[in-house]
């Protein structure tokens, strides 16, 4: 089965810009819809995004739009979310998940970002 | 996009059945079949529990079911186990967005 591996989390100032990855195990993971979902520290699972098969259909979570922006590379098999204006309650373990069945069957790891100066 | 309504928390013994409910509206939960649950152990990752209301991907135990009557789901965990201690969340479709529960923490006691 396919794994998703999550990278790119940190420590950023607020109103600072990160980008975060999520690399496939195998070339399938380009024939799904894939999401990212957060969760603070604490917290319940928010949804933040999702991307068509070919990256030409994308949509966000109204606290993220504008700021953040989901977009794939199908030949490295990696989904990515390029975050700008970040805010403390962005603060979050970020995970990306497959889309499947209008569900999401397949998880990765999570990536911790922390936005605080 | 409000989070459903989720129960902050819900318990049974071992062997007992317990049921937690999501509520939402008309434009998610009740306008849509694509209601599904997550369990989610500490520091772990959530896991897939039900798809489309009532729907048990492979390895899925048949102690976990799923159901909905309106704008309201609800998953039965019956045979309760050591195991099913976690937080559940909800999760529903909703024209193109998805929205989550608020999340369910279930004790086994």
Redesign the interface.
Known sequence: EVELVESGGGLVQPGGSLRLSCAASEVTFNHYWI?W?RQAPGK????VS?ISLDGGTT?Y???VKGRFSISRDSAKNTLYLQMNSLRAEDTAVY?C?RA??????V????TTVTVSS | ?S?LTQPPSASGSPGQSVTISCTGTSSDVGG?N?V?W?Q?HPGK????MI??VN?R?SGVPDRFSGSKSGNTASLTVSGLQAEDEA?Y?C?S?AD????????TKVTVL
């Open positions: 999401h979902v319940g699972l928010v949804w999702i949509y979570a109204d606290s995970f998940a499947n069945n209008f569900a999401m069957d998880w990765g790891q999570g | 996009q989070a849509y694509y599904s997550y989610q990752s959530p896991k897939l798809y489309e729907k991907p937080d969340y999760s479709y193109g967005l998805y929205v989550f529960g608020t999340g």
